[in-house]
Protein backbone atom coordinates (compact mmCIF):
# COMPACT_ATOMS: atom_id res chain seq x y z
CA UNK A 1 0.00 0.00 0.00
CA UNK A 2 1.54 3.74 -0.51
CA UNK A 3 -0.01 6.27 1.21
CA UNK A 4 -1.53 8.81 -1.64
CA UNK A 5 -1.94 11.75 0.73
CA UNK A 6 -2.52 13.07 4.59
CA UNK A 7 -4.80 15.44 5.57
CA UNK A 8 -5.80 16.72 9.19
CA UNK A 9 -7.97 18.64 10.91
CA UNK A 10 -6.99 20.55 14.49
CA UNK A 11 -9.52 20.47 16.59
CA UNK A 12 -10.25 22.12 19.86
CA UNK A 13 -13.34 20.70 21.91
CA UNK A 14 -14.17 22.50 24.74
CA UNK A 15 -14.44 19.95 28.19
CA UNK A 16 -18.06 19.26 30.41
CA UNK A 17 -16.20 19.44 33.63
CA UNK A 18 -12.33 21.34 33.67
CA UNK A 19 -10.27 18.58 35.02
CA UNK A 20 -7.34 19.04 37.68
CA UNK A 21 -4.56 16.93 38.38
CA UNK A 22 -1.39 17.65 40.59
CA UNK A 23 0.58 19.51 37.74
CA UNK A 24 -2.82 22.11 36.26
CA UNK A 25 -6.33 22.32 34.92
CA UNK A 26 -7.40 21.62 31.70
CA UNK A 27 -10.54 23.20 30.52
CA UNK A 28 -10.43 22.27 26.48
CA UNK A 29 -9.12 19.17 24.79
CA UNK A 30 -7.05 20.23 21.59
CA UNK A 31 -5.79 17.19 19.69
CA UNK A 32 -5.15 16.62 15.91
CA UNK A 33 -7.15 14.14 13.51
CA UNK A 34 -4.78 12.82 10.80
CA UNK A 35 -6.79 11.23 7.87
CA UNK A 36 -4.32 8.84 5.60
CA UNK A 37 -5.21 8.05 2.14
CA UNK A 38 -3.98 4.62 -0.08
CA UNK A 39 -3.72 4.27 -3.81
CA UNK A 40 -7.38 2.85 -3.65
CA UNK A 41 -8.61 5.96 -1.72
CA UNK A 42 -8.99 3.54 1.41
CA UNK A 43 -8.89 6.40 4.47
CA UNK A 44 -7.23 5.41 8.14
CA UNK A 45 -7.96 8.06 10.90
CA UNK A 46 -5.58 8.60 13.57
CA UNK A 47 -5.33 10.81 16.68
CA UNK A 48 -2.83 13.04 18.35
CA UNK A 49 -3.35 12.71 22.01
CA UNK A 50 -0.19 15.24 22.96
CA UNK A 51 -0.90 18.05 25.38
CA UNK A 52 -0.53 21.98 24.68
CA UNK A 53 1.75 22.00 27.61
CA UNK A 54 4.78 19.77 28.71
CA UNK A 55 3.21 18.74 31.97
CA UNK A 56 2.27 15.21 31.74
CA UNK A 57 5.44 14.25 29.84
CA UNK A 58 7.88 16.22 27.53
CA UNK A 59 5.62 15.94 24.17
CA UNK A 60 3.10 18.92 23.41
CA UNK A 61 0.99 19.63 20.13
CA UNK A 62 3.17 21.68 18.90
CA UNK A 63 6.48 19.24 19.26
CA UNK A 64 4.70 16.66 17.64
CA UNK A 65 3.41 18.38 14.96
CA UNK A 66 6.75 19.27 13.79
CA UNK A 67 7.93 15.95 14.30
CA UNK A 68 5.19 14.61 12.21
CA UNK A 69 5.45 17.41 9.17
CA UNK A 70 9.34 17.37 8.91
CA UNK A 71 10.49 13.82 10.03
CA UNK A 72 7.31 11.18 10.06
CA UNK A 73 5.70 12.09 6.67
CA UNK A 74 9.30 11.61 4.78
CA UNK A 75 9.69 8.24 6.21
CA UNK A 76 5.99 7.09 5.46
CA UNK A 77 5.17 7.94 1.84
CA UNK A 78 8.67 7.03 0.66
CA UNK A 79 7.88 3.24 0.87
CA UNK A 80 5.30 0.37 -0.12
CA UNK A 81 4.05 -0.73 2.96
CA UNK A 82 2.85 -4.30 3.55
CA UNK A 83 2.04 -4.17 6.56
CA UNK A 84 1.39 -1.65 9.44
CA UNK A 85 3.95 -3.59 11.65
CA UNK A 86 6.62 -2.20 9.31
CA UNK A 87 5.74 1.18 9.94
CA UNK A 88 7.42 1.36 13.98
CA UNK A 89 10.89 0.26 11.82
CA UNK A 90 10.27 2.83 9.29
CA UNK A 91 10.41 5.73 12.85
CA UNK A 92 13.43 4.04 13.90
CA UNK A 93 15.57 6.31 12.99
CA UNK A 94 13.53 9.10 14.65
CA UNK A 95 14.04 9.00 18.54
CA UNK A 96 11.40 9.21 21.36
CA UNK A 97 8.01 11.63 20.02
CA UNK A 98 5.80 8.28 20.70
CA UNK A 99 2.47 10.27 20.25
CA UNK A 100 4.00 11.70 17.11
CA UNK A 101 4.59 8.32 16.05
CA UNK A 102 1.22 6.70 17.43
CA UNK A 103 -0.94 9.39 15.25
CA UNK A 104 0.48 8.02 11.93
CA UNK A 105 0.97 3.94 12.53
CA UNK A 106 -2.43 3.68 14.19
CA UNK A 107 -3.82 5.60 10.97
CA UNK A 108 -1.87 3.36 9.29
CA UNK A 109 -3.10 0.04 11.43
CA UNK A 110 -6.86 1.73 10.38
CA UNK A 111 -6.31 2.31 6.63
CA UNK A 112 -4.96 -1.59 6.77
CA UNK A 113 -7.75 -2.85 8.23
CA UNK A 114 -10.51 -1.03 6.27
CA UNK A 115 -8.91 -1.96 3.19
CA UNK A 116 -8.67 -5.50 4.48
CA UNK A 117 -12.24 -5.00 4.77
CA UNK A 118 -11.76 -6.17 8.53
CA UNK A 119 -12.19 -4.42 11.59
CA UNK A 120 -9.26 -3.39 14.20
CA UNK A 121 -9.87 -6.40 16.63
CA UNK A 122 -9.68 -8.93 14.26
CA UNK A 123 -5.69 -8.17 14.45
CA UNK A 124 -5.82 -9.09 18.34
CA UNK A 125 -6.25 -12.06 21.07
CA UNK A 126 -8.91 -13.56 22.34
CA UNK A 127 -11.74 -10.21 22.02
CA UNK A 128 -14.93 -9.46 23.84
CA UNK A 129 -17.63 -7.64 22.42
CA UNK A 130 -18.29 -5.54 25.26
CA UNK A 131 -15.36 -4.23 27.96
CA UNK A 132 -15.93 -3.17 31.67
CA UNK A 133 -14.82 0.39 31.57
CA UNK A 134 -13.58 3.10 34.77
CA UNK A 135 -13.52 6.76 35.40
CA UNK A 136 -10.91 9.72 36.12
CA UNK A 137 -11.84 11.58 38.48
CA UNK A 138 -9.99 15.29 38.76
CA UNK A 139 -8.92 16.61 42.06
CA UNK A 140 -12.29 17.96 43.32
CA UNK A 141 -11.30 19.92 46.78
CA UNK A 142 -14.89 20.56 47.45
CA UNK A 143 -15.80 16.95 49.42
CA UNK A 144 -19.24 17.19 49.03
CA UNK A 145 -18.87 17.76 45.38
CA UNK A 146 -16.35 15.04 44.99
CA UNK A 147 -18.79 12.73 46.61
CA UNK A 148 -21.35 13.98 44.43
CA UNK A 149 -19.44 13.40 41.20
CA UNK A 150 -18.46 9.93 41.75
CA UNK A 151 -22.03 8.91 43.17
CA UNK A 152 -23.57 10.21 39.54
CA UNK A 153 -20.57 8.05 37.89
CA UNK A 154 -21.17 4.48 39.78
CA UNK A 155 -25.09 5.23 38.84
CA UNK A 156 -24.36 5.51 35.02
CA UNK A 157 -22.80 2.00 35.90
CA UNK A 158 -18.54 2.93 35.86
CA UNK A 159 -17.28 -0.44 37.46
CA UNK A 160 -14.10 1.42 39.19
CA UNK A 161 -13.16 4.87 40.28
CA UNK A 162 -9.35 6.58 40.21
CA UNK A 163 -9.06 9.74 42.36
CA UNK A 164 -6.15 11.93 41.31
CA UNK A 165 -4.51 13.10 44.33
CA UNK A 166 -1.34 15.89 45.49
CA UNK A 167 0.56 16.25 48.59
CA UNK A 168 -2.11 18.02 50.80
CA UNK A 169 -5.33 16.03 48.82
CA UNK A 170 -5.04 12.39 49.22
CA UNK A 171 -5.81 10.67 52.80
CA UNK A 172 -9.16 13.29 53.05
CA UNK A 173 -10.57 12.54 49.60
CA UNK A 174 -10.01 8.83 49.92
CA UNK A 175 -11.13 8.41 53.53
CA UNK A 176 -14.61 10.32 52.34
CA UNK A 177 -14.72 8.43 49.22
CA UNK A 178 -14.50 4.62 51.47
CA UNK A 179 -16.32 5.84 53.83
CA UNK A 180 -19.37 6.82 51.28
CA UNK A 181 -18.08 3.68 48.79
CA UNK A 182 -16.68 0.35 51.13
CA UNK A 183 -16.70 -1.68 48.00
CA UNK A 184 -15.70 0.08 45.00
CA UNK A 185 -12.96 -0.40 43.09
CA UNK A 186 -10.68 2.64 44.03
CA UNK A 187 -7.11 3.57 42.97
CA UNK A 188 -5.66 7.12 42.72
CA UNK A 189 -3.42 8.83 40.12
CA UNK A 190 -0.54 11.43 41.53
CA UNK A 191 1.19 12.34 38.32
CA UNK A 192 4.62 12.28 39.98
CA UNK A 193 3.48 14.80 42.54
CA UNK A 194 5.83 12.80 45.48
CA UNK A 195 9.28 12.31 46.13
CA UNK A 196 10.67 9.43 48.34
CA UNK A 197 10.85 11.84 51.34
CA UNK A 198 7.13 11.16 51.12
CA UNK A 199 7.28 7.53 51.72
CA UNK A 200 6.05 7.01 55.07
CA UNK A 201 3.20 9.34 54.06
CA UNK A 202 2.62 6.97 51.52
CA UNK A 203 2.34 4.04 53.55
CA UNK A 204 -1.12 5.37 54.76
CA UNK A 205 -2.48 4.59 51.88
CA UNK A 206 -2.68 1.03 52.29
CA UNK A 207 -4.85 1.47 55.44
CA UNK A 208 -7.61 1.76 52.26
CA UNK A 209 -7.54 -1.44 50.06
CA UNK A 210 -6.56 1.14 46.82
CA UNK A 211 -6.59 -1.42 44.02
CA UNK A 212 -2.75 0.41 42.82
CA UNK A 213 -1.16 3.88 43.15
CA UNK A 214 -0.62 5.08 40.28
CA UNK A 215 3.22 7.12 39.29
CA UNK A 216 3.84 8.58 42.74
CA UNK A 217 7.20 9.29 41.61
CA UNK A 218 8.90 11.08 38.85
CA UNK A 219 8.40 10.41 34.93
CA UNK A 220 11.30 8.74 34.35
CA UNK A 221 11.84 7.36 37.85
CA UNK A 222 12.56 3.48 38.35
CA UNK A 223 14.59 3.18 41.09
CA UNK A 224 12.56 5.27 43.96
CA UNK A 225 9.41 3.46 42.45
CA UNK A 226 10.76 -0.07 43.21
CA UNK A 227 12.07 1.48 46.67
CA UNK A 228 8.29 2.71 47.48
CA UNK A 229 7.02 -0.70 46.12
CA UNK A 230 9.36 -2.54 48.13
CA UNK A 231 7.99 -0.74 51.48
CA UNK A 232 4.52 -0.57 50.88
CA UNK A 233 1.54 -3.53 49.91
CA UNK A 234 -0.29 -2.01 47.91
CA UNK A 235 0.22 -2.04 44.02
CA UNK A 236 2.17 0.65 42.38
CA UNK A 237 1.14 1.10 38.80
CA UNK A 238 3.59 3.15 35.96
CA UNK A 239 2.19 5.32 33.56
CA UNK A 240 4.66 8.51 32.82
CA UNK A 241 7.42 5.92 32.74
CA UNK A 242 6.58 3.41 30.05
CA UNK A 243 7.00 4.13 27.10
CA UNK A 244 8.77 1.67 25.41
CA UNK A 245 8.85 -2.59 26.03
CA UNK A 246 12.02 -1.99 27.18
CA UNK A 247 11.09 0.34 29.81
CA UNK A 248 8.49 -2.76 31.01
CA UNK A 249 11.89 -4.88 31.39
CA UNK A 250 13.73 -2.83 33.28
CA UNK A 251 10.57 -1.75 36.04
CA UNK A 252 10.54 -5.84 36.00
CA UNK A 253 13.80 -6.52 36.50
CA UNK A 254 13.69 -3.63 39.58
CA UNK A 255 10.25 -4.75 40.68
CA UNK A 256 9.51 -0.71 39.95
CA UNK A 257 5.45 -2.00 39.60
CA UNK A 258 3.15 -4.30 39.82
CA UNK A 259 0.85 -2.82 37.34
CA UNK A 260 1.13 -0.95 34.03
CA UNK A 261 -1.02 1.47 32.45
CA UNK A 262 -0.73 1.11 29.06
CA UNK A 263 -1.49 4.09 26.74
CA UNK A 264 -1.03 3.24 22.91
CA UNK A 265 0.54 6.68 22.10
CA UNK A 266 2.72 6.96 25.02
CA UNK A 267 4.38 4.16 23.62
CA UNK A 268 4.48 4.78 19.73
CA UNK A 269 1.63 3.02 18.42
CA UNK A 270 -0.07 -0.23 18.40
CA UNK A 271 2.60 -2.86 17.51
CA UNK A 272 4.79 -1.98 20.70
CA UNK A 273 1.67 -1.75 22.40
CA UNK A 274 1.22 -5.50 21.49
CA UNK A 275 4.78 -6.43 22.44
CA UNK A 276 3.99 -4.60 25.89
CA UNK A 277 0.93 -6.79 26.67
CA UNK A 278 2.45 -10.19 25.74
CA UNK A 279 5.30 -9.22 27.96
CA UNK A 280 2.82 -8.30 30.43
CA UNK A 281 1.06 -11.44 30.19
CA UNK A 282 4.22 -13.26 30.26
CA UNK A 283 5.35 -11.85 33.41
CA UNK A 284 1.90 -11.49 35.28
CA UNK A 285 2.36 -7.83 35.40
CA UNK A 286 -1.31 -6.54 35.63
CA UNK A 287 -1.61 -4.22 32.41
CA UNK A 288 -4.82 -2.11 31.94
CA UNK A 289 -5.90 0.82 29.35
CA UNK A 290 -5.46 4.09 30.02
CA UNK A 291 -6.29 6.90 28.33
CA UNK A 292 -5.63 11.23 27.20
CA UNK A 293 -8.92 12.82 27.25
CA UNK A 294 -9.10 11.27 23.38
CA UNK A 295 -11.86 12.46 21.11
CA UNK A 296 -13.99 9.15 19.70
CA UNK A 297 -11.85 8.28 17.72
CA UNK A 298 -8.94 7.62 19.67
CA UNK A 299 -11.27 5.93 22.30
CA UNK A 300 -12.44 3.90 19.88
CA UNK A 301 -9.24 2.70 18.77
CA UNK A 302 -8.77 2.01 22.83
CA UNK A 303 -11.86 0.30 22.58
CA UNK A 304 -10.94 -2.48 20.14
CA UNK A 305 -7.28 -2.91 21.90
CA UNK A 306 -8.91 -3.20 25.31
CA UNK A 307 -11.31 -6.03 23.92
CA UNK A 308 -8.62 -8.42 24.48
CA UNK A 309 -9.91 -10.39 27.66
CA UNK A 310 -6.06 -10.03 29.16
CA UNK A 311 -7.51 -6.73 30.25
CA UNK A 312 -9.78 -7.77 33.04
CA UNK A 313 -9.18 -4.46 35.17
CA UNK A 314 -11.33 -1.44 34.27
CA UNK A 315 -9.63 0.90 31.99
CA UNK A 316 -9.97 4.84 31.38
CA UNK A 317 -12.10 4.44 28.77
CA UNK A 318 -14.92 6.64 29.39
CA UNK A 319 -18.23 7.36 27.28
CA UNK A 320 -18.75 10.66 25.24
CA UNK A 321 -20.70 12.47 27.62
CA UNK A 322 -18.09 11.75 30.38
CA UNK A 323 -15.86 13.79 28.58
CA UNK A 324 -17.25 16.46 26.00
CA UNK A 325 -20.56 18.24 24.71
CA UNK A 326 -20.24 16.85 21.56
CA UNK A 327 -18.22 14.25 20.21
CA UNK A 328 -16.47 14.27 17.06
CA UNK A 329 -18.09 10.81 15.44
CA UNK A 330 -21.57 10.29 14.01
CA UNK A 331 -22.78 8.73 16.78
CA UNK A 332 -20.96 9.16 20.26
CA UNK A 333 -19.65 6.09 22.38
CA UNK A 334 -22.01 5.33 25.71
CA UNK A 335 -21.91 3.67 28.45
CA UNK A 336 -24.57 0.53 29.30
CA UNK A 337 -24.51 -1.07 33.04
CA UNK A 338 -20.78 -0.23 33.22
CA UNK A 339 -19.87 -1.71 29.94
CA UNK A 340 -18.97 0.15 26.22
CA UNK A 341 -19.17 -1.72 22.99
CA UNK A 342 -16.59 -2.19 21.34
CA UNK A 343 -17.40 -0.60 17.57
CA UNK A 344 -18.04 -3.28 14.85
CA UNK A 345 -17.77 -1.26 12.01
CA UNK A 346 -13.50 -1.28 9.83
CA UNK A 347 -10.95 -0.65 11.44
CA UNK A 348 -11.50 1.23 14.70
CA UNK A 349 -15.07 0.91 13.47
CA UNK A 350 -16.41 4.86 13.97
CA UNK A 351 -17.37 7.55 11.54
CA UNK A 352 -16.32 11.41 11.62
CA UNK A 353 -18.66 13.98 12.36
CA UNK A 354 -17.37 16.25 9.25
CA UNK A 355 -20.24 18.89 10.88
CA UNK A 356 -18.44 18.59 14.39
CA UNK A 357 -15.09 18.44 13.13
CA UNK A 358 -15.32 21.78 10.99
CA UNK A 359 -17.58 23.68 13.85
CA UNK A 360 -14.50 22.78 16.46
CA UNK A 361 -12.08 22.57 14.21
CA UNK A 362 -9.53 23.64 11.48
CA UNK A 363 -8.33 21.53 8.09
CA UNK A 364 -5.26 21.71 6.35
CA UNK A 365 -3.61 19.12 3.92
CA UNK A 366 -0.05 18.08 4.81
CA UNK A 367 1.04 15.83 1.89
CA UNK A 368 -0.02 15.27 -1.52
CA UNK A 369 1.97 12.00 -4.09
O1 LIG B 1 -2.38 10.27 34.13
O2 LIG B 1 -3.72 8.81 33.32
C1 LIG B 1 -3.35 9.99 33.41
C2 LIG B 1 -5.74 12.24 31.51
C3 LIG B 1 -4.85 13.05 30.89
C4 LIG B 1 -3.51 12.88 31.11
C5 LIG B 1 -3.05 11.90 31.96
C6 LIG B 1 -3.94 11.06 32.59
C7 LIG B 1 -5.32 11.26 32.40
C8 LIG B 1 -6.37 10.52 33.06
C9 LIG B 1 -7.74 10.46 32.42
O3 LIG B 1 -6.22 10.00 34.14
C10 LIG B 1 -7.88 9.35 31.46
C11 LIG B 1 -9.10 9.45 30.58
O4 LIG B 1 -10.23 9.28 31.07
O5 LIG B 1 -8.93 9.68 29.36
MG1 LIG C 1 -1.75 8.47 34.99
Known amino acids: MEIQRIDRYRVRLPLRIPFETSYGRLTEKAFDILLVTDELGNQGIGELVAFEQPDYIEETIDTARTIIEKHLIPLLVDTDIQHPKEVAGLFDGVKGNQMA ?116 FAANDFLDHAYLQNEIQTAICLDENIRTLRDCELAFSLGSCRSINLKIPRVGGLTEAMKIVDFCKEKEILVWLGGMFESGIGRALNLQFASQKIFTFPGDISASDRYYYEDILTEPIEIRDGDIRVPDGLGIGVDLSQNTLLKYGVYDTLFIK
Open 101 to 216: KSSLETAVWDLYAKRSNKSLKTYFNDTRAQIPVGVSIGIQTDLTKLIDQITKYIDLGYKRVKLKIRPGYDLKPIEAIRKKFPDIALMVDANSAYTIKDIHHLQQLDAYNLAMIEQP
